[in-house]
């Protein structure tokens, strides 16, 4: 049962092999016998989640249920969720029920799902590695010694450890698609404004997104025909048809034109991850597709861009934790001044300080022009490579990181080299373009993933595909040695 996929759980709740009330059991006892391994849940909602599966199990006898009624899935600690610990994976939240629900929640709420509980993430989702959790890192199923990519790491973890079978993400920099990659499962990134954000709570607003990861595309089409839409409490949320994700996996690849951008394939890359890419390239050309090489000049100028802009945007959004009105407050504090002080200066951990720190600087009046407004004149550039290189293939394929998983405690003592690993994918978030991650094969016994990159809006011909690549190939289906 734990390998099925979420399509095939919901074609066996439809026929009857089993209840979503038995299923639901099935997956908290998991995750009450295996997830002190993975450290992939922050809260379980044991109690709720039942409620919501005995509630799905009357909607299905009553035969008013949709394609997302009584399947199990898991939100990262991001998505408010009602009554709830939204954390954050911080210290400042550990004590934050929210009082609403995100959108995404809601939507989901209203499919039917039945919501498990709360992933781990790296603190207010900064990261690639889930080590800057409050809540302690997540591990990789793979190898618990290594890390399972960030910031949506327990997300990764617990699709990957079969203790969910689907989850949501969310990706600033590369969150949904670097955890995918290292955990060996599939994850989607959407374009800037496909997905609400109300109820997410902001790193960077104007490059956050939340979106799907489950182990394949199929998965993820369900999913992002429940969470994409407009949503009148986000403004920057796209007000535009949402097609049905699952009608179109099965258009064929004939004459698909891809693009092979060489400033990925560097010295920066492992040159085993680069051997397993280029022989996924090689089942696309099997399958129709025509490849060339292209060029994304400004790859990496991505890095010290997104590393000035996420860090402006979160000194700003991070503002509001302040002590007062919601999240931790210092005991005893001896005026006004030291509350806001000892609450910022107890609540947050490290690396959120380093870049609210980072981005205050970078704000500064007369720092402003030099850092802040070039690192935005460098996005437009980086943008407008993308829409020259889109004009002339379909699709931008490479890999999703440079590298398999890393030890953890690796990179620990150099933020920099941390910030290298997400090479491959700020320049998306950057440019506002969709992305997907999808198994493509292992390196030493860890999973590898390749980046899809398609046009604004071109969710539904990426997940169409990655969905014939996994009709051909069985990478995605692997599972860690024990699982
Ligand atoms: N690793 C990037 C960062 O630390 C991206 C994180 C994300 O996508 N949330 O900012």
């Given amino acids: 049962m734990f390998d099925k996929t979420l399509a095939e759980l919901a074609a ?17 006892e998991r995750i009450k016998a295996e997830d002190g391994r993975y450290n992939s849940f922050i809260t379980v909602t044991e109690e709720q989640a039942l409620a919501q ?38 210290k400042m939240l550990d004590n934050f029920a929210s009082p609403y629900d995100a959108t995404v929640v809601a939507k989901f709420k209203q499919a039917g799902a039945v919501m498990l509980g709360k992933t781990n993430m790296d ?14 890192a997540a591990r990789n199923p793979w190898n618990t010694d290594c890390v399972p990519g960030g910031s949506s790491g327990g997300s990764g973890a617990a699709v990957a450890a079969r203790l969910t079978p689907a989850a949501t993400g969310s990706d600033t920099g590369g969150s949904i698609r670097q955890p995918a990659a290292l955990c060996g499962i599939t994850g989607l990134k959407p374009t800037y404004g496909r997905v609400s954000r109300y109820g997410m709570i902001a790193y960077a607003s104007s490059l956050d997104q939340g979106g799907p990861m489950a182990h394949t595309a199929e998965d993820c089409a369900m999913m992002l025909n ?67 090489e292209v060029s994304l000049p400004r790859t990496e100028l991505s890095i010290p861009a997104y590393y000035i802009i996420a860090p402006a945007e979160a000194s700003s959004n991070l503002s509001r934790f302040d002590g007062v009105r919601y999240g931790y407050r210092c005991t005893d504090p001896k005026d006004l001044e030291d ?6 200066g107890e609540g947050f951990g490290a690396e959120v300080k380093r870049r609210i720190m980072v981005g205050t600087y970078a704000l500064c009046a007369g720092y402003y022009d030099a850092y802040y ?40 003592n150099d933020p920099v080299s941390m910030y290298m690993e997400d090479i491959f994918t700020l320049s998306l978030n950057l440019a506002g373009l969709p992305g997907m ?11 590898v993933g390749m980046q899809i990159i398609g046009n ?3 969710e539904a011909k990426l997940l169409n595909i990655a969905h014939q690549f996994q009709q051909v190939t069985d990478h995605h289906k692997q599972a860690p040695a024990g699982i």
């Fill in 12 to 28: 066996g709740l439809r026929k009857g092999d089993f209840s979503s009330v038995e299923l639901t059991s099935a997956y908290l």
């Fill in 53 to 90: 599966a005995k509630a799905a199990d009357a909607s299905i006898a009553a035969g008013d249920a949709g394609a997302f009624t009584g399947l199990p899935i898991a939100h990262k600690d991001l998505f408010c969720t009602q009554g709830v610990r939204t954390s954050c994976g911080s």
């Fill in 123 to 136: 603190e207010f989702a900064m990261g690639s590695s889930n080590e800057s959790s409050f809540y302690g």
């Fill in 226 to 292: 429940v969470m994409a839409g407009f949503d009148p409490m986000d403004s920057t949320c796209l007000n535009r048809e949402v097609p049905d994700y699952t009608a179109t996996l099965n258009e064929p690849l004939a004459g698909l034109k891809i693009g092979l951008p060489k400033e990925y394939f560097s010295d920066a890359l492992d040159p085993q991850i680069a051997e397993r890419v280029k022989a996924a390239v090689a089942e696309f050309e099997k399958l129709g597709a025509t490849v060339k």
């Fill in 339 to 344: 509350m806001y002080k000892r609450s910022r």
């Fill in 373 to 412: 407004n070039k690192a935005q004149q460098i996005r437009r550039l980086i943008q407008q490579d993308f829409v020259r290189v889109l004009e002339d293939v379909d699709v931008i394929m490479g890999p999703t990181t440079p590298h398999p998983a890393f030890r953890i405690g690796e990179k620990n």
């Fill in 437 to 447: 991650s999808v198994p493509c094969g292992q390196v030493n016994g860890l999973p």
């Fill in 456 to 458: 604004y809006f071109a």
